[in-house]
Nanobody
Framework: HVQLVESGGGSVQAGGSLRLSCAVS????????MAWFRQVPGKEREGVAS???????IYADSVKGRFTISRDDARNTLYLQMNSLKPDDTAVYYC???????????????????WGQGTQVTVS
């Protein structure tokens, strides 16, 4: 069955860095938009960064210049390098995969078909 498994979360002090990974199995990785979302209790899921099949990326204003999304289609793996972390970055981070096909999935949650279980990032 389809699996998106995030890893790399943890606790870090403000100003520190973390690198999240998302290993994807049982679906074709290429041809899909891939994205990272985050959510804190009581708030809606927020788009953080997304990357197209061609490598084009979109970032939320709150993370521009600090976070970098990348993908390795040969390894079916999505990454999120997070630098200069702030307490406001504290959340559960989810990776997501869009359906295969044209269209801009961007940072809109309902344009994504598959989701991981999430990994906690805590910045103090």
């Amino acid at each position: 069955h389809v699996q998106l498994v995030e890893s790399g979360g943890g606790s870090v002090q403000a100003g520190g860095s973390l690198r999240l990974s998302c290993a994807v199995s049982a679906i074709t990785f290429s041809g899909r938009w891939m994205a990272w979302f985050r959510q804190v209790p009581g708030k809606e899921r927020e788009g953080v960064a997304s990357i197209s099949n061609a490598g084009g990326s979109i970032y939320a204003d709150s993370v521009k210049g600090r976070f970098t999304i990348s993908r390795d289609d040969a390894r079916n793996t999505l990454y999120l390098q997070m630098n200069s972390l702030k307490p406001d970055d504290t959340a559960v981070y989810y990776c997501a995969a869009s359906p295969v096909g044209p269209g801009l999935a961007g940072l809109v949650p309902n344009r994504y078909q598959y989701w991981g279980q999430g990994t906690q990032v805590t910045v103090s």
